[in-house]
């Protein structure tokens, strides 16, 4: 079937998400954002909104093991970096949303829908240090 009808439908459904917790919740679906507030606020907002942000959240991880359930098969991945790789990116992307306020899904998804300014530079910083990151790494390393 190729990647096609999957990557769509996986874009309609991230857009159909972030829609659904501003109309229902008033939130912006930043999901750095969502998780700090859920850790940081444990049982201490009187509000009941924390409940959509969990189920939010819920959804995110709880996605790959329903599309097993239903397709029979775990979506494939390949990782091709050495797990201390992955922890020192893992750590650069956390200083990251912090240093910028939110992270690729709260200004790439929500704040470029809402042209935001902040989150466009935001997204052009993402994409300019990503290109930049990955021609380093390739001619540095090889």
């Known amino acids: 079937m190729g990647t096609n009808l999957p990557s769509l439908a996986g874009g309609v459904l991230i857009g159909l998400s972030a829609v659904m917790l501003l109309l229902l919740n008033g939130r912006i679906a930043g999901i750095s954002g969502l998780v700090a507030g859920l ?12 409940l959509a942000d969990l189920a939010f959240v819920a ?19 390949r990782i ?13 992307v956390g200083f990251g949303t912090r240093l910028g306020s939110g992270c690729t899904s709260g200004h ?10 902040r989150s466009i530079v935001a997204v052009l910083t993402f994409l300019t240090s990503g290109v930049t990151t990955v021609f380093l790494v390739r001619v540095l390393v090889g």
């Open 39 to 50: 850790v940081a606020g444990l049982g201490r907002r009187p509000d009941r909104r924390w």
């Open 59 to 77: 959804g995110l991880i709880l996605g790959p093991p329903v599309f097993a359930a239903l397709s029979g098969h775990w979506p494939e991945m």
């Open 80 to 92: 091709a970096a050495s797990m201390p790789g992955l922890a020192l990116a893992g750590l650069l």
């Open 108 to 117: 790439g998804v929500c704040g470029l829908a809402r042209l935001s300014p």
